[in-house]
């Protein structure tokens, strides 16, 4: 590994060593708007005698800009600003070695009285291009208050259960931040997504067949969201703040300042969530020996009220026009306390009748430290560059579970039972990246992408023992599980466009070494293998308005720590959950068509896929004994999937916007390697409607409402779900601040409901939460470039 990173370095420091050598001369001045009144913000370009860039740079404070590393030779300087005519110094030489110093560059205001500009352009909130769908979430209302989940909830394609578990297209997704994997999005994602701020995200890209650049995780794709980055000049910033029902709330500042060759940049996010769950679970369960049949009814009341905080720092800064680098850290906290309460009736015939209340106390701490490095050369030709990045990460999480059942029948002492859960995970990135377009029309690309994850679960059981009055340890429950992961991969890309033929043309190899250690049984269950993932995309280009897309990927979805611990945890002793070491990683073959059509503000894309699927992972949940289910990981022999979905997107008037996204989907499932005979297929299908309308000018009203069909299990379906959201927002303050109101699950309809139906296990469950949610809240952005009184500038999209 250390060797890698000492060549890779090396490499860097020879291109650049070997350029800078080159560069000898200074050129440095001052811009001024009168002899005692420096002017700050002036963009100052400087050109050779062929009029060809050199370099940009910005003026400070003090009015002052220096270009360093110059060849020798002749040039001029251009200046320019906004209310100021443009000044153009005359042709001057820089001899070698030289250090040159401008008189001072006067710039005279602009003689045209601009009394008002209003210069607006409203972003579409969807967009399309070869590989991939962006939604911009600032057109989203629901951005201003709310998660990421939220936000995610309207993006086309995407489905969020009640539990906040993100799919694309019916399927599992990898999810990405700034395109890069993040130890948030691992096992708790969806409680990241709910901590992450709304109205911290740029765009969020939909990638359904990735190129081979990203890691080919996720049976339906790749979900990437951008975070926002201020690069505007000067100082900048915004502040949001929002309370809702049952004393939610959450506010967020973010603050930039960029003098043209260091960004600097900081935010931080607080937010004080409550969730109130609701789960109804009855079965009816049928010795296969006996025949005799037993009933069971679970009610759990669970209650949390979750804190987390989200601080972000960093920097960027420009070496010289061809390199620069970058240091950014993250920390990422989260504490909860949960009350939990189930409410169990077993009427069994061997066991005899039960009727008591499992308690749980919870007390919960999750953590994230992360810092990333980066240095890139930008060559002569325009992004024609190479880019070094390292990432690294430390998440420890700490669960300290309390449980106590108090019988009603029969009559017996309360018994106590105490699991520590410690969960420590860590991961390294490092990816080399080069790019050169090579002409106009074509592009080269080529990588290394390298990761190293490891996850440490260690689990403390103890029970009470009413003789001894003390908490002795269990060590049939205690447990400790360990997992390596490292995967190498190279990469390459290539992109070309022939008059109305475009194509991206990528393959990927990965070798992945994967350990799953049982450290309890000494047992270490090694998994190494390589695969080819090659990618497709091909555009044809009809006319204007009209476009076809043809793509194909080879994907893999790889199992997680828990997905492969064996261990089980015994949050309820009737319900238990194990994962499988054995479990093999899911291949996938995806194939998409589509055809994009827009006019006039307007986008019609239909499209249909079809992916194959072997090894698919799937939870199958069988009796232990006549009291307790387990449900384990296992592998499916084979899945098929047929859909269909349109995507419209536009404004129909001045006034009104509306996003609708049809999904017709068709699915078969072989589970015959699970003992299960005949093949099972099923119709499903989704919708997502997205309208926005404005009422006058800066008023907004925004609804969403989303409904999928029935689902297929290997043992039975996922039942039908609809929601609907609402949201208003008012521009205030020239349009710099915004008040709104976002209320979510209007009439208390998101739920999950499942059916479970085999010949000896009959179960139904049935969860609902709190989801009908009210915030009311105000944004407000601030600085940026001083302008000249008479002049307002609305850039706002």
């Known amino acids: ?70 060849s020798p030779g002749n040039y001029h300087i251009t200046c320019s600003l906004v209310g100021y005519n443009d000044h153009q110094t005359p042709l001057f030489t820089l001899g070698n070695g030289q250090t040159r110093t401008e008189p001072l560059i006067f710039m005279t205001a602009d003689q045209k009285i601009l009394k008002e500009v209003e210069i607006s352009t409203k972003k579409a909130i969807f967009s399309n291009s070869i590989d991939r769908k962006v939604y911009n979430v600032d057109m989203d209302i629901s951005s201003k208050s709310g998660s990421a989940t939220e936000v995610l909830q309207n993006v086309p394609l995407v489905q969020v259960d009640i539990d906040g578990n993100v799919s694309l297209r019916n399927s599992s997704v990898m999810i990405l931040i700034n395109g890069k994997e993040s130890p948030l999005m691992g096992k708790n994602a969806a409680a990241a997504l709910q901590q992450l701020p709304a109205n911290s995200i740029d765009k969020i890209e939909v990638i359904t067949n990735p190129s081979a650049k990203y890691k080919p995780d996720g049976t339906g794709g790749i979900i990437n969201i951008i975070l926002k980055k201020n690069t505007k000049r000067g100082l900048n910033g915004n502040v949001t703040a929002n309370a809702g029902n049952n004393e939610r709330y959450n506010a967020s500042t973010a603050l930039n300042y960029n003098t043209g060759k260091l960004n600097l940049f900081g935010s931080y996010s607080v937010k004080q969530d409550d969730r109130l769950r609701n789960i109804s679970n009855t079965r009816v369960q049928t010795d296969p020996k006996t025949l005799a049949v037993n009933h069971y009814s679970d009610y759990t009341i669970a209650k ?45 015939i061997k066991n005899g009748n039960q009727d008591y209340d499992r308690k749980r106390e919870n007390f919960e701490r999750e ?28 998440k420890p ?16 002492p309360n018994q106590m039972d105490n699991t520590v859960i410690r969960q420590t995970a860590n991961s390294k990135h490092v990816n080399l990246n080069y790019e050169n377009p090579l002409n106009k029309n074509n592009k080269l690309e080529a990588g290394y992408d390298g990761q190293f994850n490891s996850q440490d679960q260690d689990f ?32 390459t890309t290539y992109t070309s466009q022939l008059k109305k033929f475009g194509i991206l043309l990528g393959l990927r190899g990965e070798y992945t070494d994967l350990n799953s250690k049982l450290i309890t049984t000494s047992e270490v269950i090694p998994n190494t293998y390589f695969k080819i993932y090659p990618t497709l995309h091909l555009t044809y280009r009809i006319n204007e308005q009209k476009e076809l897309q043809l793509n194909y990927s080879r994907r893999v979805r790889r199992p997680e720590g828990d997905e492969l611990n064996p261990f089980p945890e015994y949050a309820d002793p009737t319900n238990v959950k194990v994962g499988n070491p054995y479990l093999l990683p899911e291949i996938i073959h995806s194939v998409e068509l589509g055809y994009q059509w827009k006019k006039n503000g307007i986008s019609i894309t239909p499209g249909i896929y079809y992916r194959y699927t072997y090894n698919r992972f799937t939870a199958v949940t069988l009796p232990l004994n006549d009291s307790v289910l387990v449900t384990k990981q296992q592998n499916l022999a084979n899945d098929k999937a047929f859909g269909a979905d349109l995507v419209i997107s536009g ?18 499932i072989d589970a015959s390697n699970l003992g299960y005979s005949s093949k099972k297929s099923t119709i499903t299908w989704s919708a997502n409607l997205n309208a926005s309308y404005a009422l006058s000018k800066g008023t907004f009203l925004q609804l969403n409402s989303i409904y999928k069909s029935a689902r297929l299990t290997p043992q039975g379906e996922y039942l039908p779900v609809f929601i609907m959201n609402l949201g208003a927002r008012q521009e205030i303050f020239s349009k710099k601040g915004a008040v709104y109101f976002t209320l979510s699950d209007v009439f208390k309809s998101l739920k999950q409901e499942t059916d479970l ?30 302008k000249k009184k008479d002049m307002q500038f609305d850039n706002s999209l």
């Not at 061809?322 to 906290?333: A, D, Q, R, T, W």
């Not at 999480?397 to 017996?412: F, K, Q, W």
């Open 1 to 70: 590994m250390i060797k890698i990173y000492t060549c890779l370095c090396f490499f860097l420091f020879t291109i650049t060593h070997s350029a800078s050598a080159q560069l000898s001369g200074i050129i440095n001045g001052k811009t001024c708007e009168t002899s005692t009144k420096p002017l700050e913000f002036v963009n100052v370009v400087l050109r050779d005698s062929h009029n060809k860039v050199i370099g940009h740079e910005v003026s400070d404070a003090k009015g002052l800009f220096k270009f360093i590393n110059v």
């Open 304 to 348: 949390s009220r979750p804190f987390s905080n989200i601080v972000t720092l960093g920097l960027d800064y420009n070496l010289d026009d061809k390199n620069s680098f970058g240091l950014s850290g993250n920390y990422y906290l989260r504490e909860m306390h949960k009350h939990d309460v189930i409410l169990k009736q077993v009427e069994s």
């Open 367 to 394: 953590t994230l430290s992360s810092a990333t490095v980066y240095y890139e050369h930008q060559f002569t030709k325009e992004n024609h560059r190479i880019r070094l990045e390292f990432n690294i990460d430390h």
């Open 397 to 412: 999480e700490v669960e300290d579970n309390h449980y106590t059942n108090t019988y009603r029948y029969p009559l017996i």
């Open 460 to 491: 403390y059981v103890s029970a009470f023992d009413q003789a001894k009055q003390a908490f002795i340890t269990d060590l049939q429950k205690t447990n400790r599980f360990m997992y390596q992961e490292n995967i190498h991969a190279f990469y």
């Open 651 to 668: 404004n129909l008037n001045d006034k009104l916007n509306v996003n609708l996204t049809p999904n017709l989907f068709y699915n078969q």
């Open 757 to 786: 139906q085999g010949p000896y296990l009959v179960q139904h469950v049935l969860s609902r939460n709190n989801s009908r949610i009210f915030y009311l809240g105000m944004s407000y952005n601030f600085g940026g470039m001083k």
